[in-house]
């Protein structure tokens, strides 16, 4: 098990940046694959970026080339870095961790560690 703790979000713009961080307990998280989902009112959970890891990453094709996930194994924290955000990108994000990495991508309902979830509100 990990803990982690959310911090970022809030409400920008539509073209504003933002940075999430996730920041996880003990000394095992270069162990972990590492995800962020999001989940917008009424709709499901949905997979927005992951990192294994190595560092190998991947992204949902409505974020590519906006968004950026990024690690800091020193630090035990986890990036999602946001640019270009659009009004659609208004949701609550969760981290999330895990050993495998097909977890996050391909069977979520296992997850078992999960952030508080942070609000990010982006106006048009």
């Known amino acids: 098990q990990v803990q982690l703790v959310q911090s970022g979000g809030g409400l920008v713009q539509a073209g504003d940046s933002l940075r999430l961080s996730c920041a996880a307990s003990g000394r095992t998280f270069s162990s972990y694959a590492m995800g962020w989902y999001r989940q917008a009112p009424g709709e499901q959970r949905e997979l927005v970026a992951a990192i294994t890891r190595i560092g190998n990453t991947n992204y949902a094709d409505s974020v590519k080339g906006r968004f950026t996930i990024s690690r800091d194994n020193a630090k035990n924290t986890v990036y999602l870095q946001m640019n270009s955000l659009k009004p659609e990108d208004t949701a609550v994000y969760f981290c999330?961790?895990?050993?495998?990495?097909?977890?996050?991508?391909?069977?979520?309902?296992?997850?078992?560690?999960w952030g508080q979830g942070t609000q990010v509100t982006v106006s048009s």
């Open positions: 999330a961790a895990d050993l495998r990495i097909t977890t996050l991508t391909r069977e979520a309902h296992k997850i078992r560690n």
